[in-house]
């Protein structure tokens, strides 16, 4: 089926190990971006891609790191993983950055423990 | 920055009835969308609203974009167990901070034990 594909879906890390979630969408959307989501905090962006080429920060980018890796492949690096970053992480595409009013399709997430 | 403020954070339904909640921003939207997330799984898109004033269906789900541009309401007719989930509102943040969606807090809805 056509969407987008998060792995691993599930994840437990010890404080201070590295790891990278990946997400590849197959719907030839340009913008796609990463979420974090905790209790009580909805939906919070880390970072974004608009376009191939180019991330930006979103709002709470710190920890992390990302890399866009083509069209398709937009991936979230923890370097250095701490218990704060204990969450479920969604990856998002869009068509394009100017199309953001027909919405987002989301993966179906990672949930990451950090201990 | 915008934000989006749900109402209720959250709720009980009991199998048939009509629920609702709303979505309030201090700012306008131009457009406003509405999504479910069910436990375990990423959110889906509902309804999508273009039109202040508009009234939209999906189902048993109906969604208003307010007269006002800051508020839009969904409503949940004859609930059945699988409206379970985490029902977000979304919508454009403002061109100044780039072309992205800014989301509500969501409201969780439960059954009735």
């Known amino acids: 089926n056509a969407g987008v594909t998060q792995t691993p879906k599930f994840q437990v890390l010890k404080t201070g190990q590295s790891m990278t979630l990946q997400c590849a969408q197959d719907?030839?959307?340009?913008?796609m971006y990463w979420y974090r989501q905790d209790p009580g905090m909805g939906l919070r962006l880390i970072y974004y891609?608009?376009?191939?080429?180019?991330?930006d920060k979103g709002e709470v980018p710190n920890g992390y790191n990302v890399s866009r890796l083509n069209k398709r492949e937009f991936s979230l690096r923890l370097e250095s993983a701490a218990p704060s970053q204990t969450s479920v992480y969604f990856c998002?595409?869009?068509?394009?950055?100017?199309?953001?009013?027909?919405?987002?399709?989301f993966g179906s997430g990672t949930r990451l423990t950090v201990v | 920055g915008q934000q989006l403020n749900q109402s209720p954070q959250s709720m009980f339904i009991q199998e048939g009835e009509d629920v609702s909640m709303n979505c309030t921003s201090s700012?306008?939207?131009?457009?406003w969308l509405w999504y479910k997330q069910d436990p375990g799984e990423g959110p889906v898109l509902l309804i999508a609203?273009?039109?202040?004033?508009e009234l939209t269906s999906n189902g048993r789900l109906t969604a208003q974009f307010g007269i006002t541009r800051k508020d839009s309401f969904l409503n949940i007719s004859a609930s059945i167990p699988s409206d379970v989930g985490i029902y977000f509102c979304?919508?454009?943040?403002?061109?100044?901070?780039?072309?992205?969606?800014?989301f509500g807090g969501g409201t969780r809805v439960l059954v009735k034990p």
């Open positions: 609203l273009y039109k202040a004033g």
């Open positions: 700012s306008i939207f131009n457009t």
């Open positions: 891609s608009a376009s191939e080429g180019t991330t």
């Open positions: 998002a595409s869009s068509p394009s950055r100017d199309r953001v009013d027909y919405g987002y399709t």
């Open positions: 719907m030839n959307h340009n913008s």
């Open positions: 979304a919508g454009p943040a403002i061109k100044a901070a780039g072309n992205k969606l800014t």
